[in-house]
């Protein structure tokens, strides 16, 4: 059996990892765009390192774009074979890639190239999708057996648990996807998993720990209040549609409900948030006991009502135009694309104002290089002079620390691992990951390299 890495090698997004079988089976574990690194990127995601339609089956982990977005490009380049995901990843990947084929096509129209696929192309794509529950064993062939566990990163999101028949033997295999926080404030803890003897673990935040959630909502009621009433500026959030801004109305939503939130209004300018958060209300069964406990008190944990949900692009135009102070929530959480670009043009000059950031951004990425103090960027091809305050919380991070990455694997018998492969990360991080779970007896880890193929 044979492992090839085609993305998230070294780097955080575009995860393509490849399993080929004796037989020449051939697996594909997510086909994700990756985002960030300009031509670099743009290269990687309109060239695949392998045949489409060479490949016999495709699993995706979960719906962000880094893990599911090139999927239409696979089928369009000519897989035709199924796409095992679970119910809610279907979901929301419904939304996701096509508002990816929309953002494709105006890209594509402004730069004077083809954009990587169509809605189209989205629509065939889906036509191929099977859902699989959590803990349920799904035989898809006689040489393949697939288990989802949920890892609570987001919305069924799941690690993929396969056992392989190659040559003769039965093989297993756990790609963690992303992980979550064991302290989620919404969904359910990341799952045991069964024993496996090769491991693909994402390694995102693995060198460090994130804050407690015991004051989450004490910080943010103080943001709103410094920049919203004391200030009388505008606090924009950037944030990931599916996930992070559910997290986040969540939060403000109990401080509206504690009586403690200013007396601003609140915005959440993203048409795919509020299609996404409607998705969340339809699944309960994926909320931890605190949260359904929650809900039997306030049964809209996503609503109060100073909370406006914006869809129309007149109504989003409306909001750049108004002078009072607010709150305004939009993607993408890179700050890389989405309406949340059009917000930080008005507004990061204003010295009143801030920028919450929540969550990773990419380095080469516009919310990189904010947060790394950059005193000047460039949004929509236009200089911006940057005086706004840059606030970081990473206690809303969707992805586990050290800590949780450690606590993930504790389920396994250490012995019988026979590989673990990092990926999902910057180099540094995953060299420090690496030390510290030899240091708590784990063998035989990997930091696999772009496109290289390692026997198992």
Do not use: W
């Amino acid at each position: 059996m044979t492992i090839s890495f085609y993305g998230a090698a070294q780097t955080v997004t575009g995860s393509k990892h490849l399993i080929t079988l004796e037989n020449g089976k051939r697996i594909l574990l997510d086909c994700g765009l990756s985002q960030g690194q300009g031509n670099k990127s743009d290269d990687l995601n309109r060239t695949f390192e392998f045949d489409p339609e060479n490949i016999t089956y495709l699993i995706l982990s979960h719906a962000h774009i880094d893990h599911s977005g090139l999927i239409p490009k696979l089928v369009q380049d000519g897989y035709n074979g199924p796409i095992f995901c679970t119910p809610p990843t279907l979901e929301l990947c419904e939304l996701l890639l096509r508002d990816s084929a929309r953002i494709q096509g105006s890209s594509g129209e402004n730069e004077g190239e083809k954009p990587l696929y169509t809605e189209e192309d989205v629509d065939k794509a889906l036509s191929l999708f099977q859902t699989v529950s959590y803990n349920e064993p799904y035989q898809i062939d006689e040489d393949v057996e697939l288990l989802f566990t949920d890892t609570g990163h987001v919305l069924g999101s799941a690690a993929i648990n396969l056992k392989l028949q190659d040559q003769g033997r039965t093989r297993t295999l756990t790609f963690s996807g992303d992980i979550g926080r064991f302290a989620n404030r919404i969904l359910n803890k990341p799952q045991e998993f069964p024993q496996a003897e090769i491991i693909i673990c994402e390694s995102t935040y693995g060198n460090r720990v994130h804050d407690s959630l015991d004051n989450t909502e004490d910080r943010l009621e103080k943001i709103v209040r410094e920049v919203c009433v004391e200030r009388q500026g505008k606090l924009l959030i950037p944030a990931f549609s599916i996930g992070r801004t559910q997290e986040l109305i969540y939060s403000l939503n109990y401080l509206a409900e504690e009586g403690r939130l200013p007396d601003v209004k609140v915005f959440v300018d993203s048409p795919l948030s509020v299609y996404a958060t409607d998705i969340m209300r339809d699944h309960t069964n994926c909320f931890n006991d605190t949260m359904l406990a929650y809900i039997k008190e306030d049964p809209d944990p996503f609503g109060f009502p100073q909370l406006n949900y914006i869809t129309e692009v007149e109504d989003s135009k409306e909001l750049i135009k108004m002078d009072e102070p607010c709150v305004i929530i939009s993607s993408s959480g890179m700050m890389n694309a989405g309406r949340i670009q059009h917000h930080l043009k008005n507004n990061l000059s204003d010295p009143n104002s801030a920028v919450l950031v929540t969550g990773y951004c990419e380095p080469s990425t516009l919310g990189g290089k904010l947060t790394n103090g950059a005193e000047r960027v460039f949004i929509h091809g236009e200089e911006v002079e940057v005086k706004a305050q840059m606030i970081e919380m990473k206690e809303y991070s969707a992805h586990g620390d050290y800590g949780d990455i450690a606590k993930f694997l504790h389920c396994q018998d250490k012995d019988q691992i026979q590989k673990i492969f990092l990926v999902h990360g910057e180099v540094l991080v995953m060299k420090q990951l690496k030390a510290d779970l030899e240091e708590i007896g784990h063998q035989h880890i990997e930091i696999p390299e772009f496109r290289l193929s390692y026997v198992v």
